[in-house]
């Protein structure tokens, strides 16, 4: 046994010590899911620019094919394809707003993964926690495919395949394949599959349940195999136009507006057009498909033969396929759209497509404008069921239940959460910089200050770092310490 | 109190409502109500039913309440509401749900006709180790089970075998008894004195 295997063993305990309450055994679930043998053949690599804090240490880690941005720390963890994305990070002397307290922020945050395997997974945005401020921890956690650790410090969980935690706290959790948890702090839960939790306590709490039967044809995932169903099969078709861009080191650049950045692991295919102030992230894809102005197209993001009229939020792993998408309409994250060449999929202006929605339809799909939409919908009757307009959500005072989705709380918080949220995504990553006035402009000026990701992105260049290849320590990468 | 020992209050397991496991939930009620005919001399009748297996040895106890649980409805709906408790739903959003299922239930009668033949052993509680009580203990011992447990009574005991059933009621009166002849003197009208 080599010291990647023993460094394996070792997460897996820590975890299953922290789930033993849950009766939650890791072990048959990940030993196969992190290939040991890919993490001698794949590269790290990071992000360096004049816009981004540059802090790397990595101690005892495999890190294949990962990718790091601003300040993080990993020690005694396996990273497998997976990103770090610390570029909304907290800085000194912000502030952080919780309840009616205004908390300073005493040193730069830090992304900080200890004795942690994590799979394709993202992490990114920074702790919500207002114990943690300066330190957004991931310890004793497993994640696996293409779950994402969105603004959650963690200590002692378990995420399956597609799953999410957003602006959550978790301690010694179970979350299910294909759930999405918002719900500020949570601690010795097992959130069954297919779960959509949205809760703001004293204000409102969304629950929604995929029927599992149906969901499985998508995403399955049991203790013994890879995740499998057509979510998998999706992301499979199109992993070599990956393999591609990883192994070149030099790629033809594909030209964007000045405003707009793509990042140099996107695949893009023909006859894309991408507008002005336009933040595409590494891993995803594009083929055949418009950008309007202020989209952005996040991690595991797959755009296909679809148009995005502008300023859309394509949250983390949401996948657009055959679909017209009207302006100033949100897809959550790992949201799978679904229409066909002769049936399309037409979403109207200033929807919120709910985090994990699968809209696949046969048969030509319209989603009028200024709707929620939510959960698993193939046809009109879905659809009806799961979605309300906005305006209706916001007159709820009280509780709503619609077919296996349930309210209880006010539907006018609930939907402003979620606008407030939309617009600083929106803000954050330079959907509304103003490129006519950047000349000359001060720096720290309104204008200046517009500048989200799209802008900053551009000034970055990329750093690669290698494992052992052989030996006692094969897979594993020296300790590394990477500053300005 | 140390006046009363367990055995003195208790009622003989002979005049308690028994059935063999297997019996369904209408014979138990026959049985208590042959056993409330028979053996109750007071206004507080027997409401439970004890369930013995082939050597005559109690395996469960079937209350009032537990007739009541088995009858509510048990569909994959309810089950549904039940889940989402964890989820930190009010109580009031969890009832809400429940009465809206409940108003499209079916009428009593076809509830109970069905519920009738549900075996005991589906819904008897077992006795937990808090549920047992020597015959030869003394009553201030019964009433710190009863209260910590919350029971509504006691299986008393002689050495292996279940002799009896102590019940919260027959506590009760004894304790009130007690009060009653310990002296204590009424002192309603001593505040009123001190006003004046």
Redesign the interface.
């Known amino acids: 046994m080599n010291a990647l295997e023993k460094l394996f063993i070792r997460i897996v305990q820590r975890v299953n010590i922290n789930l033993r309450e849950l009766e939650f055994d890791a072990k048959p679930y990940v030993w196969d899911l992190i290939p040991k043998e890919q993490m001698k053949k794949f590269y790290a690599f990071y992000g360096i620019s004049p816009d981004h804090p540059l802090n790397l240490q990595f101690k005892n880690s495999g890190l294949a094919g990962s990718y790091f941005l601003g300040q993080c720390s990993v020690t005694n963890s396996l990273l497998y394809k997976t990103d770090v994305r610390g570029d909304e990070l907290k800085k000194k002397g912000d502030r952080f707003q919780f309840n009616n307290l205004n908390i300073p922020i005493s040193k730069d945050e830090e992304i900080v993964i200890e004795d942690s395997a994590m799979v394709k997974t993202l992490v990114h945005n920074y702790s919500h926690d207002p114990e943690t401020l300066e330190k957004f921890f991931i310890k004793d956690t497993i994640s696996t495919h293409y779950a994402n650790i969105h603004g959650s410090p963690s200590d002692g969980c378990f995420l399956g395949p597609f799953s999410t935690v957003d602006l959550t706290t978790m301690r010694d959790c179970v979350i299910g394949t294909f759930s999405y948890v918002q ?1 500020g702090e949570i601690s010795h ?1 097992n959130i ?1 599959p297919g779960t959509v ?1 949205v ?1 703001s ?1 004293g204000a409102f ?1 969304f ?1 929604y ?1 995929y029927p599992i039967e149906q969901l499985n044809s998508y995403i399955y995932f049991k203790a013994g195999i890879q995740p499998q169903g057509k979510l998998i099969d999706f992301v499979e078709d199109r992993k070599e136009a990956f393999q591609r861009i990883f192994d070149l080191v030099n790629i033809d650049p594909v030209p964007v507006p000045d405003s707009s950045s793509l990042d140099r692991y996107a695949v893009v295919k023909p006859k894309t057009e991408i507008g002005e102030n336009v933040l595409i992230s590494q891993r995803a894809y594009l083929q055949n498909s418009t950008l309007g102005k202020g989209a952005n197209v996040q991690e595991n993001c797959y755009i296909i033969n679809s148009n995005l009229m502008g300023n859309n939020v394509t949250a983390h792993g949401a996948k657009i396929i055959e679909t017209n998408v009207g302006e100033n309409t949100f897809v959550g994250f790992n949201s799978f759209l679904r229409g066909q060449p002769e049936s399309r999929l037409t979403i109207g202006n200033v929807c919120i497509i709910m985090p994990h929605t699968i809209i696949d339809s046969r048969k030509p799909l319209t989603i009028p404008a200024g709707q929620i939409v939510w959960g698993l919908i193939t046809n009109e009757k879905d659809l009806k069921t799961n979605s309300i307009s906005i305006n209706a959500m916001s007159k709820i005072n009280t ?1 709503l ?1 619609k077919g ?1 989705m ?1 309210f ?1 709380g006010n539907g006018e918080s609930f939907v402003s959460a979620f606008q407030h949220r939309i617009q600083h995504i929106l803000e954050a990553n330079g959907a509304f910089f103003n490129c006519t006035t950047k000349k000359g402009q001060q720096k720290g000026s309104n204008k200046e200050q517009q500048k989200g990701h799209a802008q900053k992105n551009q000034n970055m260049s990329i750093n690669t770092i290698q494992p052992y290849p052989r030996g006692k320590l094969e897979g594993l990468y020296p300790t590394i310490s990477i500053k300005p | 109190m140390d006046t009363y020992f367990i055995k003195d209050l208790m009622v003989p397991i002979s005049e308690y409502a028994t059935v063999p496991e297997g019996a369904t939930l209408f014979e138990a009620y026959l049985a208590l109500e042959n056993a409330q005919t028979a053996y109750d001399h007071n206004k507080y009748t027997h409401r439970a039913v004890l369930v013995l297996n082939k050597a005559n040895r109690v395996i469960g106890k079937v209350g009032q309440l537990d007739v009541l649980r088995a009858l509510e409805p048990k569909d994959a709906k309810f089950e549904q509401f039940e889940s989402i408790r964890k989820f930190q739903f009010s109580s009031q959003f969890i009832m809400n749900l429940h009465d809206q299922c409940l108003m499209q239930d079916k009428p009593l009668v076809d509830i109970c006709r069905k519920g009738g033949l549900i075996k005991v052993e589906e819904l008897m509680q077992t006795p937990t180790p808090g549920e047992f009580i020597e015959e030869d203990a003394s009553l201030n011992i019964a009433i710190h089970q009863l209260v910590r447990g919350s029971h509504m009574a006691l299986l008393v005991t002689s050495g292996k075998d279940i002799v009896g059933i102590l019940r919260l009621t027959d506590v009760f009166a004894a304790i009130f008894h007690t009060m009653k002849t310990c002296g204590i003197e009424m002192n309603v009208d001593q505040d009123s004195d001190k006003d004046t």
Do not use: K, S
Request: net charge neutral; charged share 30%.
């Open positions: 719900a839960l069954d939790w809760r306590p709490n629950l349940h509780r239940t296996n349930f209880e």
